[in-house]
């Protein structure tokens, strides 16, 4: 009796660890694609967290880290939309078309994504293209 139980756990533990290896490589990509779209989100933020700080040192309240505020805004803002291209264009990217694993719908939805997040970036660079000129003068 212990012996049957036995080999029906076993079976059934060989069954469930193949389905599990069959569909790994589709998690796997999941997963990258879930990574790269945290990374396109990070690059979104930091570039508006920059643009911010660009703003509150166009204000010209605090004199002492005005032009500070500017200039690691504007660093900001070119780190962010470097990113996100680094994650459309890069390495990560093309190993990902290289496998093949992934949804091509989801796939080209974030590449729209990150095209439009990079449209929001450059047009926030416009407000402030000034800023960096405005932060020299103080």
Sequence with gaps: MKTTIAS???GILI????????????????HDMHMLMRFLDHGLCTALEGADL???GEMGQSEKLDRDSIVYGTIMMKDGKALIKEMLEGKAMTELYKEGNFDKKFMDD????????????????????NALKQASEK
Excluded: P, T
């Excluded at 590449?111 to 660079?125: F, N």
């Design 15 to 30: 069954l469930f660890a193949s389905v599990v290896q069959a569909d790994n490589a589709k998690q796997d990509a999941l």
């Design 54 to 56: 660009q703003m509150l």
């Design 8 to 10: 029906i756990v076993l």
């Design 110 to 129: 974030l590449h729209v994504l990150g095209k439009k997040m990079i449209e929001v970036i450059e047009q926030v660079e416009k407000l402030h293209k």
